[in-house]
């Protein structure tokens, strides 16, 4: 199955401030009708990468079968860890950056590295506030969920 997944994430007063995330989970079934999931959820304290992140994870984990997945994100951040080779390098070095510093995060990438097992995932890199229907529909999910009265504390390495 070909899903697509579009993501973003948001946070107010970026770092360490209250944020969120939506994705849009995508797929065309065998008689050609279009099926949408959307997720977001909010958080107290947190960061925009963080958020970004945790949007790719959200879609892939509420897939429960081994899909061909395409993520649509305006996360460089996200995009280029898996198109530049980052993630490959980070984990080489032990979770450290070319700098020998803890790459931030860890916890959020190890879990992303879990949700893409058993699926084929690309990464493509879209412009954020540009016109995409999907990424728009994400932004405003993911603001949404920060601007919630309901958010949950982002604990590094809890489930989120």
Known sequence: MKVELYSDGAARGNPEGPGGFGCILRYIDKKGSLHEKEISRGYKKTTNNRMELLGVIAGLEALNTSCE???????????????????????????????KDPVL????????????????????????HDGNPCNERCDKLATGAADSGDLLDDIAGGVL
Not at 75 to 87: A, E, M, Q, R
Not at 106 to 118: I, Q, S
């Open 69 to 99: 997945v395409s993520v649509y994100s305006d996360s460089k951040y996200v995009t280029d860890s898996f198109n530049k080779g980052w993630i490959d390098k980070w984990q080489g070095n032990g979770w450290k950056t070319s700098k």
């Open 105 to 128: 995060n860890e916890d959020l990438w190890r879990r992303l590295l879990k949700a893409m097992e058993g699926h084929r995932v690309t990464y493509n890199w879209v412009k954020g």
